[in-house]
């Protein structure tokens, strides 16, 4: 098997895996990383997403072989790792989750909109956030948590 190295949450791991080894699994049984959930296996839920370069990705259904070296890959977990990011402060606020299975992935979905672009407008966000499956409907809270989140950047 081959050996890999990955920038994860700007730390560097080193991990041996079969090539054909979904990135999800990687995280959460080589790395311990388990915030990034499973959810159907095959790329259509959005429960493992994670960001490669700053740009969201299903974690499931990409192996492991064909993430490079120079890849920057940020989990949950680094996330407001620090400080809360203004995304997950309105997260809280609105009291988005219900049973939080897909939070994660809502949120990493939801911080690559507003890295990319800081003033979506309603259209912009429903189509960023398509993608995500909410099995309890949340869907309401999760756009005015990102609403407010883009008020509050745009006040800075």
Known sequence: MPNYILSINNKDYS???D????LLWVLRDHLGLNG???GCGKGLCGACTVHLNGKAVRSCSLPVSAIGSSTKITTIEGIGASKLHPLQEAWIKEQVPQCGYCQSGQIMSAVALLNRDSSPNERAIETAMAGNICRCGTYPRIKRAIQATISQINKK
């Open 15 to 17: 991990f041996t895996a």
């Open 19 to 22: 090539a054909s080894t979904p």
């Open 36 to 38: 990034t959930k499973y």
